[in-house]
């Protein structure tokens, strides 16, 4: 069709929808990304002059010192960054063979992606011989790491800096969190126990501050560092199309200047609110649940008019916890009585923010969830193969595209 845009959603129709150009030039894809020239002199000059008190990255090793670089896979073009890091410790006197990559997980077809001489390492959280004690933290944790990062003279740690999904502080939902590379050393290369424990206890409702909520984890991620030494963090702001856009280096995890590039960076600024809107949660990411499901459907439903249409695209095939079952379970549409007696699941805040979620709109939803969970929920199941979702774009007066809700903030500017 001519003056259309095709836009590849899984699960709406045949695997991608089109809208009109209009609507798209409208639309949300997320910041702009580098182009390659710009990302090169933008990694080079921040490892050159990096944040805070930290000396350029070649000078704070000497030859002989071995490096782990504690790498987030998903981290956009992070190929390109390990070669910038390990040609500037070449530039210190750090040979090849005495650098190693420490991954969060494997990747497809690495080949050629790392410096000749660099070894690779896949981590093993089940792995006891693969993990060494650190020390324990005020809270009484036994912190165990990857043997790698605890031997190295020196820690490199690579990963996204983008907002966290919706996490329960203090009795309400906050957006203002950020997620970064701290987090890749802690709890991502601890112990398969501990990373569990993580990812429930941000997902649960507890005083903001303590142990259990996402600043307790984000505290204790502080604490893994200092004990662990100097951890030189490098953390890439994800762009439009899985791109690069923007770079910070140095102690960034207490940067009030970094957490408010990202927030700038991803916030979608619209006037209007619109009959249908359609939403691709995940992205190209490889780890997207009920967390990720939950708050992006509350950040685009904002968007939706009163009496409009929510279609959602979200990749995953996660089975509901005690919480969000109890709700699809109940006779009635996410009533917050079917949560009583469930206030301890990981899933309770999650599932009382579904339940809270007004009836004004209606949600279609493409995915693996079953269909009587979806359907349970008070949503609408987008079937693979029927042109559902294209028809409601065609007949809609209004319509907008808006990518990776989960970790956007959406503003409109009759609200403020």
Not at 240 to 245: E, F, L, S, Y
Request: hydrophobic share 40%; proline share 6%.
């Amino acid at each position: 069709m001519s003056g259309r845009i095709k836009i590849d959603v899984a699960g709406l129709g045949t695997g991608s929808v089109e809208l009109p150009a209009a609507v798209g030039a409208s639309s949300w894809f997320g910041p702009p990304s580098l182009v390659d020239g710009q990302f090169r002199d933008r990694i080079r000059a921040v490892l050159d002059a990096p944040s805070g008190l930290l000396p350029p990255l070649a000078q704070m090793v000497v030859p002989g010192d071995r490096v782990a670089i504690a790498l987030d896979p998903s981290t956009p073009r992070w190929s390109d960054v390990v070669g910038e890091v390990v040609e500037r410790l070449q530039a210190g006197g750090v040979d090849a063979g005495s650098t190693r990559v420490v991954a969060l997980r494997e990747v497809e077809d690495r080949s050629g992606r790392l410096p000749r001489g660099v070894e690779w390492t896949v981590h093993a959280p089940e792995s006891r011989e693969g993990l060494a004690y650190l020390a324990s933290t005020q809270g009484g944790r036994r912190i165990y790491l990857n043997r790698h990062v605890t031997d190295a003279d020196l820690v490199v740690a690579i990963g996204r800096l983008e907002r966290s999904p919706l996490r329960m502080f203090g009795g309400g939902w906050t957006r203002e969190a950020v997620v970064g590379p701290w987090t890749v050393v802690y709890p991502g290369l601890s112990d398969a126990a501990t990373r569990q424990e993580a990812e429930a206890l941000v997902e649960q409702t507890s005083p903001k501050g303590r142990t259990g909520s996402r600043a307790g984890c984000d505290q204790e991620s502080r604490e893994v560092g200092r004990l662990l030494g100097t951890v030189y963090q490098i953390g890439v702001i994800p762009g439009a199309d899985g791109g690069v856009h923007d770079v910070h280096v140095g102690s960034i995890q207490d940067s009030a200047t970094v957490r408010r590039a990202v927030r700038e960076a991803w916030r979608f600024e619209t006037s209007r609110t619109f009959d249908v809107v359609v939403a691709r949660i995940g992205g190209g990411t490889p780890s997207v649940g009920w967390t990720e499901l939950v708050s992006g459907v509350l950040s685009a439903v904002r968007l939706v008019r009163p009496g409009g249409m929510l279609l959602v695209s979200c990749p995953m095939q996660d089975l509901p916890g005690p919480a969000i079952a109890a709700l699809a379970s109940s006779e009635e549409i996410r009533p917050r009585g079917a949560l009583s007696g469930l206030s301890q699941a990981a899933d309770y805040a999650l599932a009382r923010s579904l339940s809270d979620l007004p009836s004004g709109w209606h949600v279609a939803l493409a995915s693996g969830i079953d269909r009587e969970t979806v359907e349970g929920l008070g949503f609408i199941v987008l079937e693979e193969g029927k042109a559902t979702a294209q028809r409601l774009i065609d007949a809609a007066e209004s319509c907008v595209f808006v990518d990776r809700p989960e970790i956007t903030g959406v503003r409109i500017a009759e609200e403020a």
